[in-house]
């Protein structure tokens, strides 16, 4: 069953190293986001229900797996890394997909509700508790093309590359010119090897 704010706050805080305003933006939002899937129990009888798409690789993220239960190690978040703070929550049963933005408005309102408070931070804060879902968040019904092999669960034979000779998982395999690669090989490579 989903839990209070206050309760969230805490797992938050214990998972993230610290509380700040971007992990009870990234609370609300995921609160938001199964309130509008109509989901009551995401972490647990609904584990299997949802996927969610993260933008941005800051605090919000790391508070969204709290009340969602959807973990990278899980196959159930997936990071796109577009750097807005945005996400899209998924439910696979219902094929039904809601994208929410953090309104850019929701800094000055904390000003004009909390003035009295030093930093940026307590002022956000206390007014990421208060605002409505509507003020802080833009909410847009989307389709998610979701393909089986990003599924969590999805298994398939794992393939050798044949350049590097490292096993590659879930079909993220490519073929050029006959020969089975991984992306590394294939030229996206993030890194070089010394
Ligand atoms: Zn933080
Ligand atoms: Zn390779």
Same mark, same amino acid.
Not at 7 to 12: G, I, Q
Not at 38 to 43: N, Q, S, V
Not at 98 to 127: D, F, H, T
């Given at each position: 069953m989903?839990?209070s704010?206050?309760? #969230?706050?805490?797992?938050?805080?214990?998972?993230?190293?610290?509380?700040?305003?971007?992990?009870?933006l990234?609370? /609300? !939002?995921?609160?938001? $986001?199964?309130?509008?899937l109509?989901?009551?129990?995401?972490?647990g009888?609904?584990?299997? @229900?949802?996927?969610? #798409?993260?933008? %941005?690789?800051?605090?919000? &993220?790391?508070?969204i797996? %709290?009340?969602?239960?959807?973990?990278?190690?899980? =196959? +159930?978040?997936?990071? @796109?890394?577009?750097g807005?703070?945005?996400? &899209?929550?998924?439910?696979?049963r219902?094929?039904?997909? *809601? =994208?929410?933005?953090?309104?850019?408005?929701?800094?000055? =309102?904390?000003?004009? !509700?909390?003035?009295?408070?030093?930093?940026?931070?307590?002022?956000? !804060?206390?007014?990421? /508790?208060?605002?409505p879902?509507?003020?802080?968040? $833009?909410?847009?019904?989307?389709?998610?093309?979701?393909?089986?092999?990003?599924?969590?669960?999805?298994?398939?034979?794992?393939? !050798?590359? +044949?350049e590097? $000779?490292?096993g590659?998982?879930?079909? @993220?395999?490519v &073929?050029?010119?006959?020969? *089975?690669?991984?992306r590394?090989?294939?030229?996206? @490579? #993030?890194?070089?090897?010394?």
């Open positions: 989903l839990k704010l206050p309760e #969230y706050e805490v797992l938050a805080e214990q998972a993230h190293g610290h509380l700040c305003a971007g992990q009870i990234g609370l /609300r !939002m995921a609160l938001y $986001g199964v309130k509008l109509g989901l009551e129990d995401p972490a009888a609904d584990r299997k @229900r949802l996927v969610t #798409y993260v933008e %941005i690789d800051r605090c919000a &993220t790391d508070a797996p %709290i009340v969602t239960g959807c973990r990278l190690g899980k =196959r +159930a978040l997936k990071f @796109r890394d577009f807005k703070v945005a996400a &899209t929550f998924c439910d696979l219902d094929q039904r997909a *809601v =994208r929410l933005v953090a309104r850019e408005s929701s800094k000055q =309102r904390a000003r004009e !509700m909390y003035p009295e408070l030093a930093s940026k931070n307590q002022q956000q !804060m206390c007014a990421y /508790r208060q605002l879902d509507d003020d802080l968040f $833009g909410a847009q019904w989307v389709r998610v093309a979701i393909g089986p092999e990003d599924l969590p669960g999805y298994k398939a034979p794992r393939v !050798m590359c +044949a590097c $000779g490292e590659i998982n879930f079909k @993220r395999e &073929t050029r010119g006959g020969r *089975v690669l991984c590394a090989c294939a030229g996206e @490579r #993030y890194y070089q090897p010394l």
